[in-house]
Nanobody, 122 residues
Framework: QVQLVESGGGLVQAGGSLRLSCAASGRTFGSYGVGWFRQAPGKERELVAAISSGGGTYYPTSVRGRFTISRDNAKSTVSLQMNSLKPEDTAVYYC????????????????WGQGTQVTVSS
C-alpha cells in the first residue's frame, strides 16, 4: 500500500508556471504507475499526465507540450511541471498510483492523494 501527499499548488497568472510534487510512502513506490488528475467544479476528474514504473509517459492533447511528468524513485516522488498555464487549467490536482502499469481512467488507480488547488487567473 502507498500513501500520497501533493504539494505545490497555488495561484498563478495565465502564462505562468507551477511545479506540483507528489510524495509517496512505501518502499516499492518505484513499481507503481502514477498519474496526475485534475477536477474542476462541475466537471469529471480527468488525467493530465501519467508515468509508468519504467518511465514511459502519456499526456492528453489538452496539455501535451505544456506539462511534463517525471519521477525520482530514490526519493519516492513524482513531479508535474506545468508551463504556459491557462485559466482552463484551474482545478484541484490529484496524484494517484496503481500497481497495474498506468491508465487514463481514474478507476484504474487505487491510491489517491488529498489534492492541491491550482488557480490560474486571466
Amino acid at each position: 500500500q502507498v500513501q500520497l501527499v501533493e504539494s505545490g499548488g497555488g495561484l498563478v497568472q495565465a502564462g505562468g508556471s507551477l511545479r506540483l510534487s507528489c510524495a509517496a510512502s512505501g518502499r516499492t513506490f518505484g513499481s507503481y504507475g502514477v498519474g496526475w488528475f485534475r477536477q474542476a467544479p462541475g466537471k469529471e476528474r480527468e488525467l493530465v499526465a501519467a508515468i509508468s514504473s519504467g518511465g514511459g509517459t502519456y499526456y492528453p492533447t489538452s496539455v501535451r507540450g505544456r506539462f511534463t511528468i517525471s519521477r525520482d524513485n530514490a526519493k519516492s516522488t513524482v513531479s508535474l511541471q506545468m508551463n504556459s498555464l491557462k485559466p482552463e487549467d484551474t482545478a484541484v490536482y490529484y496524484c494517484a498510483a496503481t500497481t497495474g502499469g498506468f491508465g487514463v481512467l481514474a478507476g484504474h488507480y487505487a491510491y489517491w492523494g488529498q489534492g492541491t488547488q491550482v488557480t490560474v487567473s486571466s
